[in-house]
């Protein structure tokens, strides 16, 4: 339960940029295409991520330059390329000041042909098989 009202706090508390392209992330949904954000998976919190289309999309601000962090990203990248995501990274400066760019690249990857089933994610918290 605890991951569960930390990813709901983290909903409540979306960076500047964060807030910007959650706008235009949840405009997408009239073309298909489901973006939940700040989802936790595999012990990540995804700041956002199309599960249909194995897509996320990680918003960085400057703390992500430094090393440490860098080589925490790329083990995080390495985690979910291995099942089956795309990791697209933009810098909080992209967002702000290249919206349309930003998007663009977003939508280059939702069209790209899926690298798995579309079924083949997990279903939200409550929906799906019960405990046995």
């Given at each position: 339960?605890?991951?569960?009202a930390r990813a709901?706090?983290?909903?409540?508390?979306?960076?500047?940029p964060e807030a910007?392209?959650?706008?235009?992330?949840?405009?997408?949904?009239?073309?298909?295409?489901?973006?939940?954000?700040?989802?936790?998976?595999?012990?990540?919190?995804?700041?956002?991520?199309?599960?249909?289309?194995?897509?996320?999309?990680?918003?960085?601000?400057?703390?992500?330059?430094?090393?440490?962090?860098?080589?925490?990203?790329?083990?995080?990248?390495?985690?979910?390329?291995?099942?089956?995501?795309?990791?697209?990274?933009?810098d909080n400066a992209?967002?702000?000041?290249?919206?349309?760019?930003?998007?663009?690249?977003?939508?280059?990857?939702?069209?790209?042909?899926?690298?798995?089933?579309?079924?083949?994610?997990?279903?939200?918290?409550?929906?799906?098989?019960?405990?046995?």
């Amino acid at each position: 339960m605890a991951i569960i009202a930390r990813a709901r706090a983290m909903r409540k508390a979306l960076t500047p940029p964060e807030a910007r392209l959650w706008v235009q992330l949840k405009l997408l949904r009239t073309q298909g295409f489901h973006f939940r954000r700040q989802a936790p998976f595999r012990g990540y919190y995804l700041d956002f991520v199309c599960f249909d289309r194995r897509l996320v999309i990680e918003v960085d601000g400057v703390t992500h330059t430094v090393e440490a962090r860098a080589n925490r990203d790329k083990m995080r990248n390495a985690v979910l390329a291995g099942e089956g995501f795309t990791t697209l990274r933009f810098d909080n400066a992209a967002v702000r000041d290249d919206l349309d760019g930003v998007m663009g690249g977003i939508m280059g990857a939702l069209e790209a042909p899926p690298t798995r089933s579309l079924r083949d994610h997990p279903p939200h918290e409550g929906e799906g098989d019960k405990p046995k």
